[in-house]
């Protein structure tokens, strides 16, 4: 397995370094992540996947996946784990095999344990909500053992994971479900936690836009200015203003 990291390493290493022309430490990460960023472009990263390693060829996806869990758990290097989820990624892609990717789901529901910044953090929650949409009754209980974690990264997870985005479902879980893991993180205060109840608020309105809106509603005071920008980007003008009036009443 050793051989397999230091093969994909040495991939990655052919590109040139420091190419992106942000900070990933910062933009990414936050100034609070552990792990080094080459700072690749993702077409950098598209065409190392799709070069494939010695190890993509194995008839068992099983065998693949063992070997992309050593590394993700192995590696110190943002694109390294990158890499790894991007395996999966194409597997849920892909029409023949996406449901082998519930079969993964003990394997996967531990790789949070490693989530130190956003685009990690998002591209788990992706194939999360793929499981969840497969096997709710799976996913949903592990999802809320994480909502009322110290870890907000695990927090995070358990609500973008309840639909990513919504127009790639066919099937949702009930609204009842859904705000009650988002209704907790209202009054948690992380900014990737209120970016995330944002996003899952947005995403929720697309498929219950009555519920969605009488929840901004009532909450309107409680939810925090990130929350609230992301979570009514997709509302009409008319349904926006009359939030932020509501909003500017109640908060003098």
């Not at 070997?67 to 993700?72: G, L, M, R, S, T």
Request: net charge positive; glycine share 4%.
């Amino acid at each position: 397995m050793k051989a397999h990291l230091k093969e994909v390493e040495k991939a990655l290493a052919r590109h040139p370094q420091r190419v992106s022309t942000h900070n990933p430490e910062a933009y990414i990460g936050g100034g609070q992540s552990k792990l080094r960023y080459l700072g690749l472009k993702t077409p950098n990263l598209h065409a190392t996947q799709k070069a494939g390693f010695s190890f993509s060829s194995k008839e068992d996806s099983r065998e693949v996946a063992r070997v992309w869990n050593y590394i993700w758990h192995n590696s110190d290097c943002f694109e390294v784990m990158s890499l790894a989820l991007g395996w999966f990624e194409l597997l849920a892609k892909n029409k023949k095999r996406k449901h082998e990717l519930k079969e993964h789901w003990p394997l996967l529901s531990a790789w949070c344990e490693r989530i130190d910044n956003w685009a990690h953090s998002d591209s788990l929650s992706g194939l999360y909500a793929r499981i969840l949409e497969q096997d709710p009754r799976l996913v949903y209980p592990t999802l809320q053992k994480w909502n009322s974690s110290k870890n907000p990264w695990l927090r995070r997870l358990s609500i973008v994971s309840l639909l990513y985005y919504s127009a790639q479902r066919e099937r949702v879980l009930p609204f009842k479900k859904i705000v009650a893991l988002v209704e907790p993180q209202v009054d948690f205060e992380h900014y990737y936690v209120q970016k995330g109840v944002g996003w899952t608020l947005r995403e929720s309105g697309n498929v219950y836009p009555e519920e969605t809106y009488a929840f901004l509603e009532k909450n309107i005071t409680r939810i925090s200015a990130h929350a609230f920008s992301a979570a009514t980007e997709k509302l009409t003008k008319p349904k926006k203003d009359r939030l932020k009036k509501l909003r500017a009443r109640d908060l003098l």
